[in-house]
Antibody
Framework: EVQLVESGGGLVQPGGSLRLSCAAS????????MSWVRQAPGKGLEWVAN????????SYVDSVKGRFTISRDNAKNSLYLQMNSLRAEDTTLYYC??????????WGQGTMVTVSS | DIVMTQSPDSLAVSLGERATINCKSS????????????LAWFQQKPGQPPKLLIY???TRESGVPDRFSGSGSGTDFTLTISSLQAEDVAVYYC????????FGQGTKVEIK
């Protein structure tokens, strides 16, 4: 079964840091572009970042550039999101997502990040 | 960035009736080299992640019931549920992957 399982979310103070992880299984992780997509409670969806299969190419939404870093470890079938200088507006559910067919075809259940003092 | 605008924001449809959701992009999402529209539709039920329904504007994802169909090209797209079932109550999003990756604001579908 194709599966993505996120972890690492939690409560952090403004200006703090957090590292999200995503464990992939059931498919050849190293073949796929991977993304993080976020969703504030009761709100819409926002793509955050993505990374090429070999990790050599990364893209970010403007609102997180310079603060977030996406990375992967293909040997561990894992995707990461290092989040620094966190702001209240980063409080959302973060989904790990596989890219295929020029869209997002497999989603994890998400991990919640709350930025609050 | 390409802005995706869905209409309506919500709609209520009787069981067995047709539901139609529109999505308009601020610029074309048609990739000329392969003649594919980089436009997808997702369904999201409460407490669940989004589920891919349609990609390349009109190709149904494996396992998606054939009452769901997508159409359109360029900047104007439509998701149609031909005969609404109770389990189709959800929020539906369109998404483009042509330049950046942006979603519409969502359309909530309810039973009338």
């Amino acid at each position: 079964e194709v599966q993505l399982v996120e972890s690492g979310g939690g409560l952090v103070q403004p200006g703090g840091s957090l590292r999200l992880s995503c464990a992939a299984s059931g498919f050849t992780f190293s073949y796929y572009w991977m993304s993080w997509v976020r969703q504030a409670p009761g709100k819409g969806l926002e793509w955050v970042a993505n990374i090429k299969p070999d990790g050599t190419e990364k893209s970010y939404v403007d609102s997180v550039k310079g603060r977030f870093t996406i990375s992967r470890d293909n040997a561990k079938n894992s995707l990461y999101l290092q989040m620094n200088s966190l702001r209240a507006e980063d409080t959302t559910l973060y989904y790990c997502v596989r890219e295929d067919k020029n869209t997002f075809d497999v989603w994890g259940q998400g991990t919640m990040v709350t930025v609050s003092s | 960035d390409i802005v995706m605008t869905q209409s309506p924001d919500s709609l209520a449809v009787s069981l067995g009736e047709r539901a139609t959701i529109n999505c308009k992009s601020s610029q074309s999402v048609l990739y000329r080299s392969n003649n594919k529209n980089f436009l997808a539709w997702f369904q999201q039920k409460p407490g669940q992640p989004p589920k891919l329904l349609i990609y390349w504007a009109s190709t149904r994802e494996s396992g998606v019931p054939d009452r769901f169909s997508g159409s359109g090209s360029g900047t104007d797209f439509t998701l149609t549920i031909s005969s609404l079932q109770a389990e189709d109550v959800a929020v539906y999003y369109c998404q483009q992957n042509y330049s950046g990756k942006t979603f519409g604001q969502g359309t909530k579908v309810e039973i009338k």
